[in-house]
């Protein structure tokens, strides 16, 4: 199988170690993976502002980076920008190439449930108490996990591929769905409201007794992340593809 | 008319104190849970949820052959019905209602509808005493502030702010807390008043095309006290609220109280079909920008709205908020896509105020596509140029740079050096940067990913 590896912009300049890892666990099953170098951004940060004048730019970036690829799925590990592309990024005329291009991009999680349908990293060992933060576009977006206000069956595909980690002890906190405030621009535009929310969602993990919080989504994390160093607690982050490719941490 | 700040409204409920903010997230988180809980004992829940969707659209789409339906049949049961275009002709019909029956006092139960045209200050200004008979609303009415919740209109009152507030007006022990007896004591000042009062105001819930019948949902059964004490009952309806069949209504009771707060049933369904002997009943049916929503593509879904607030208990920037931030009559992720439809500069804000995550959309009984709409003004806001002007240049910005992979890659660098080069007294300072008053930068590497794999995978690059 080929694939294209989609590294979003906060990836690529602040979690360089997730990119790197993400590779690394694909290269592991045998893909062959292709990493287009000029690639900068999904175009979500505009987007979601409603600025479809400045999306339309990034889109076009984007598209020429990956619509004349020949591989079988675009793989991004972040929800909220597989998302973007998956279900928004409508800012430029949708061509054949630019659907197609979008309806073969994936998120890394549900590249392994579902298209891979790899569970199984009992090889890992992970002896820490951990949370899952599955993001709300992962959840309500891609369904990455059953969603808290349907009643339908309940599933977590996150868990799934964790579960199977050797000496890993999974906690769920008091509102695993509840947005943690980042939320893009939100996050500084609205920032008291955001704050508060991430301030709330740090609690949850600590009143939990969590040690790792973990996630297909980084862009949470550091927000999270940022509010917890504030708060001088012990809570360390990570990407589910380090856990799963044990590093680089 | 001035913009609504609802940031800066936010931060200030937020930073009163930390009661009120920690308070009225958890209540409202509660009624979220009860919500989940109802919702799960009921096997075909996402069924009725379907069915309430598409008896909504079904409808709205044929809404002026439905509407006549019930006018007719209103009518056959000896209801006067009167059509208000506006807010304006809304109030104008009522207070000539009550001025040819001679009416000095009324008494109302909740009516979002009458909220939205400010009927209250316009009969006042005329001499009419008003009276809200809802606890919650009548609590709102003392403290002089519009109600910040759908369902729970004090919802972002404490129990010490209504024993304080209720010690002011009514003369009760500022000491006692005790919910109890505040409702005790709000109970005989108020039901005498009740006696007294010329005529009755309520809203309605929802309209019967094929027996001409509205139905009000109370959980105190005020609404029937005030249809019924009285001789004179003036009800005020929405245009959206007609529902074809009597047997469609079953759907709706099952999930409005569910999904407000978590219970079977409001403790009370009064359907009111024609006026009692000697008694008259009015309805006023009323559009106020209803028909021109209608007829806009991506909005138009707001009306299938049965205001049960669910959206509003589930939104984590709501619940932080208050309902008052938003300075408008609805709040909340279904206020912010129907604000604007009613004054599009005034509240141009309100599209702002959401992380985006989509509960609302999800939790909808009627799914409404709350959080793509929400998206949808936020193009309308910034196409109008409602959005600030460093705003939209901040984000101009973004598009250059991100549209351009080399000058992405220099950008790259600078933000770099920026934040590792800059004491922590600058990158931290309030003034200058929103993220950092409650946050700590990220560490930035000093390779990106992409430098890492030229000089890892260089024989790979395509």
């Known amino acids: 199988m080929k694939v294209a590896l989609f590294v979003p912009c906060y990836i690529d300049l602040i979690y360089p170690e997730v990119a790197i890892a993400t590779l690394e666990l694909l290269e592991k099953y045998n893909i062959e993976v292709i990493v287009p170098l000029n690639q900068t951004c999904c175009g979500q940060p505009t987007a979601n502002e409603g600025d479809q004048e400045n999306s339309a730019k990034i889109e076009k970036a984007f598209a020429e980076n990956f619509q004349d690829l020949d591989v079988d799925y675009i793989v991004g590990p972040a929800g909220s920008c597989v998302k973007q592309i998956r279900q928004h990024f409508d800012a430029i005329p949708q061509t054949e190439k630019v659907t197609a ?11 392994f449930t579902d298209v891979l349908k790899i569970t199984d990293f009992s090889n890992i060992s992970f002896p820490h108490t951990i949370a899952i933060h599955n993001s709300c576009s992962s959840i309500r977006g891609l369904h990455i996990t059953s969603r808290s206000e349907w009643m339908e069956p309940r599933y977590n595909k996150t868990e799934e591929l964790l579960n199977s980690i050797k000496d890993i002890t999974i906690k769920h906190i008091d509102r ?26 740090v609690s949850d993990y600590v009143r939990n007794g969590i040690e790792y919080v973990v996630s297909p989504d980084m862009s949470c994390l550091m927000h999270q992340k940022g509010v917890s160093d504030k708060e001088k607690t012990n809570l360390k982050f990570l990407h589910v593809a380090q856990i799963l490719n044990n590093g680089p941490f | 008319m001035k913009k609504v700040n609802v940031e800066k409204n936010a931060a200030e409920f937020i930073y009163q104190d930390d009661i009120h903010v920690t308070e009225h997230d958890k209540n409202l988180w509660n009624a979220r849970q ?11 829940w996402e069924e009725l949820r379907n069915l309430a969707s598409a008896i909504k ?17 209103a009518e056959k049961r000896g209801i006067k019905v009167h059509f208000a275009n506006d807010a304006a002709e809304h109030n104008a019909i009522a207070y000539e209602i009550l001025s040819s029956h001679r009416v000095k006092n009324i008494i109302k139960s909740k009516s979002m509808l009458q909220e939205e045209c400010g009927m209250t200050p316009f009969l006042e200004e005329k001499g009419i005493g008003v009276l809200e008979t809802d606890l919650g609303e009548r609590i709102q009415q003392l403290s002089e502030q519009i109600p910040s919740h759908i369902v729970m209109p004090a919802i972002h009152q404490t129990k010490e702010d209504i024993a304080k507030l209720f010690a002011e007006k009514i003369g009760t022990d500022p000491n006692n807390t005790d919910p109890a007896s505040l409702n005790t004591a709000m109970r005989n000042n108020a039901r005498p008043k009740f006696l007294l009062a010329d005529a009755g105001m309520t809203g309605g819930n929802f ?23 009285p001789p004179l009952h003036i009800a005020s309806i929405g245009i959206e609220k007609i529902l074809p069949k009597a047997e469609d209504l079953g759907v709706f009771i099952r999930i409005l109280s569910r999904s407000a707060l978590g219970t079977p049933a409001t403790q009370y369904t009064s359907h009111f079909t024609g006026p009692r002997e000697g008694a008259e009943m009015h309805i006023i049916l009323t559009d106020n920008g209803r028909s021109k929503r209608l007829a806009m593509d991506e909005f138009w879904k707001s009306l299938k709205c049965i205001r049960c607030g669910a959206c509003m208990n589930t939104c984590p920037v709501y619940r932080r908020s ?7 009559t609805y709040s909340g992720p279904i206020g912010i896509i129907i604000d604007p439809t009613f004054d599009a500069k005034k509240y141009s804000e309100l599209p702002f105020h959401s992380s985006l995550c989509g509960s609302c959309s999800e ?6 596509n709350i959080a793509e709409q929400i998206m949808d003004w936020r193009k309308v806001m910034m196409k109008n140029k409602e959005v600030d002007f460093s705003r939209r240049m901040a984000f101009k910005a973004v598009g250059v740079m991100l549209g351009h992979p080399k000058l992405f890659r220099a950008v790259e660098k600078v933000a770099y050096n920026a934040i590792n080069i800059l004491p922590e007294a600058i990158t931290e300072n309030k003034t200058l940067d929103p993220w950092a008053a409650h946050r700590k930068l990220p560490d930035v590497k000093k390779e990106t990913f992409r430098e890492w794999y030229i000089k890892n995978r260089k024989n790979n690059e395509q």
């Open chain 1, 101 to 111: 291009m979008r309806a073969k991009t994936i998120e890394l999680v549900q590249f």
């Open chain 1, 176 to 201: 695993p769905d509840e947005c943690c405030g980042f939320g893009g621009t939100f996050c500084v535009t609205d920032e008291a409201v955001s704050a508060k929310m991430g301030q709330d969602k």
């Open chain 2, 34 to 44: 009860k919500r989940d809980t109802a919702a799960a004992q009921i096997p075909e």
């Open chain 2, 57 to 73: 659209e079904h409808t709205l789409t044929h809404l002026d052959q439905y509407l006549e339906q019930f006018v007719t049949n």
């Open chain 2, 207 to 229: 309209a019967i095309a094929e027996t001409g019948t509205f139905v009000v949902c109370t959980n105190e059964g005020n609404a029937d006290l005030t249809a019924s004490l």
């Open chain 2, 322 to 328: 208050s309902g008052l931030a938003y300075g408008a």
């Open chain 2, 363 to 368: 939790v909808c009984p009627v799914h409404i």
